[in-house]
C-alpha cells in the first residue's frame, strides 16, 4: 500500500461530510450499541461466544487488511468491505433479524452513495479528447505523454485514483507529460482509443503511453481471455511504461 497518506482532519472532513464515508460509519458504530444492549438479553454462553468471535474476527479482519498492497482508497474500500463481512457474521450469533437488518442497509448505502474518488490532480491535466489530439499531434510539447482513461462510474477507477496524480508528481519533466481523459464525459472517446467503458474485460482505468502521438505502450493490454488486472499501484505502473528509465534520459540529457 502507498506510503502517503491523507492527514487526520482531511480524513474527518471526509468522513463527516462524504455520506459514502458517514452512512458506513453511522453502521459501524450501531453495532456497539446493539451489542451493549444484547448482553443484557444473551445467555452466557452466546455472549462468550461472540466474544471469541469477535476477537477472531478482528485477528483476521487485520491479517487480510495489512497484506494488501494498494492505494488509500482502495484500501479503504477493502476495509469496509471485510468489515460488513465480519459484522454480518458476527449478528449471526445474536440474532438473524439483525442480520437481515444490516444487509437492508448496506444494500441501501450501496444503492444511493458511491466512494468518492481522489481528487487532487498533481503534475496531470484534464484534457479532452480534441485537446489530448491536438497535444500529441502539434508536436511541440513533450515527447512521452501518458494518459489515463478513466470514469466516475467505474469504482476500479475510484479506488485506483490517487496513483496518477501522485505518479506524475514523480515523473513530470519536460519530455514527458501527464494526462486525465473522462470517459464518463466523452463516451465517444473510448472507441477511438480501444477501450471498452463498461469495464467487462477490465479496460478501466487504461493508461496508454504516447511517443510523438504514436501509441507505444498501454496499460491493462488487450486482453481477449478477460484475465483479471492486478490491482493498479504507482510501482506498477512505474515499472510497466519504465518511467524511472524516461527520468534518467531527461535527467542525463539536461
Not at 455472549?47 to 483476521?60: C, K, M, N, P, S
Request: hydrophobic residues 45%; contains cysteine.
Amino acid at each position: 500500500m502507498d506510503k502517503k497518506r491523507s492527514n487526520p482532519m482531511e480524513w474527518l472532513n471526509q468522513m463527516v461530510g462524504e455520506p459514502y464515508y458517514f452512512f458506513h460509519f453511522l453502521s459501524f458504530f450501531s453495532y456497539f450499541i446493539v451489542r451493549s444492549s444484547a448482553s443484557n438479553v444473551l445467555s452466557p454462553q452466546i455472549t462468550q461466544l461472540l466474544f471469541y468471535r469477535e476477537i477472531q474476527a478482528v485477528l483476521a479482519f487485520f491479517m487480510l487488511i495489512m497484506a494488501r498492497e494498494e492505494t488509500w482508497e482502495a484500501f479503504i474500500a477493502d476495509t469496509l468491505f471485510f468489515g460488513k463481512i465480519f459484522l454480518i457474521a458476527l449478528t449471526l450469533i445474536m440474532d438473524y433479524h439483525l442480520t437481515l437488518w444490516y444487509l437492508v442497509v448496506f444494500s441501501v448505502i450501496y444503492v444511493l452513495t458511491q466512494q468518492p474518488p481522489y481528487e487532487e490532480l498533481g503534475s496531470a491535466s484534464k484534457l479532452t479528447p480534441l485537446q489530448l489530439e491536438a497535444l500529441l499531434t502539434e508536436g511541440n510539447t513533450s515527447r512521452f505523454w501518458l494518459v489515463e482513461f478513466r470514469a466516475s462510474f467505474s469504482s476500479s477507477c475510484r479506488r485506483a485514483s490517487r496513483c496518477f496524480p501522485e505518479l506524475s508528481i514523480t515523473y513530470s519533466n519536460k519530455n514527458l507529460s501527464f494526462g486525465i481523459v473522462d470517459l464518463g464525459l466523452f463516451p465517444n472517446a473510448a472507441e477511438k482509443f480501444g477501450i471498452s467503458p463498461g469495464g467487462s474485460m477490465g479496460q478501466l482505468p487504461t493508461y496508454i503511453l504516447f511517443e510523438n502521438a504514436i501509441e507505444v505502450s498501454r496499460f491493462p493490454e488487450f486482453n481477449f481471455e478477460a484475465t483479471p488486472t492486478p490491482p493498479i499501484t504507482k510501482r506498477l505502473l512505474a515499472r510497466h511504461f519504465e518511467l524511472d528509465r524516461h527520468l534518467l534520459e531527461y535527467v542525463n540529457g539536461k
